[in-house]
């Protein structure tokens, strides 16, 4: 059972549009949402997160927004460049569980491609 | 420089074979992880720690096992009881407690090929 979805294994947008990744999850105990942008062969690196409190959160070219009623949330790339191409994973993690629970589930990732 | 190192970054075995993957983090994080990665796959949570000498299992801990007798350490064998051990792993860290944070911070992995 898949809680957290990526339903698009892979984007190509050219440099200086806006990209826009998406993920879904099904899990109503999910409070906090991270993305991590991650290179072949090496991990990931954390990239922003949001709070289930909030619907949005920007960290200069980054910005995620969150609908909680949709169950949705999307990181929006502007502008793209192409050192962004790479894998980008959406987490989730429970955090009003008791504070008990500290696990991430991780989408499969979504492959982004920015061309010059 | 504060971070995570995993090393061997590319390792080896034989089959049948158990092989140790090392993990060492100097960020003073409380919490430890170890995820694997196959192609086209999310990460999947094989065991985490959550403090020295104590661990729990994640989603897939058949055929691995590890143990955190140190802060900074937190080691992962792969048994000859994995089915599958080929994968790229990667160690994870993150703050606890009083100054927990969600966001977990990884090593640059370890890329493990069965021959």
């Known amino acids: 059972d898949q809680q957290v979805k990526q339903n698009s294994p892979s984007l190509s947008v050219q440099e200086g549009r806006i990209s826009i990744l998406n993920c879904d999850y099904t899990n109503s105990m999910f409070d906090y949402f991270l993305w991590y942008k991650k290179y072949p062969a090496e991990g990931p690196t954390f990239l922003i997160s949001?709070?289930?409190?909030?619907d949005k959160n920007e960290d200069g070219r980054f910005t995620v927004f969150l609908n909680k009623s949709a169950k949705h949330l999307s990181l929006h790339i502007v502008p793209s460049q192409p050192g962004d191409s790479a894998v980008y994973f959406c987490a989730a993690s429970a955090r009003g569980s008791g504070g008990s629970n500290y696990k991430l589930t991780f989408g499969k990732g979504t492959l982004l491609t920015v061309n010059p | 420089d504060g971070g995570i190192t995993q090393s061997p970054k590319y390792l080896f075995r034989k089959e049948g074979q158990n092989v140790t993957l090392s993990c060492e983090q100097n960020?003073?994080?409380?919490?430890m992880y170890w995820y694997r990665q196959d192609p086209g796959q999310g990460l999947r949570l094989i065991y985490y720690s959550q403090i020295v000498n104590d661990f729990q299992k994640g989603d897939i801990a058949e055929g691995y096992s590890v143990s955190r007798e140190k802060k900074e350490s937190f080691p992962l064998t792969v048994t000859s009881a994995q089915k599958n051990p080929t994968a790229f792993y990667l160690c994870?860290?993150?703050?606890f407690g009083s100054g927990r944070t969600d966001t977990q911070y990884f090593g640059p992995g370890t890329r493990l090929t069965v021959l």
């Open positions: 949001i709070s289930s409190i909030k």
């Open positions: 960020l003073n994080h409380d919490a």
């Open positions: 994870a860290s993150s703050t």
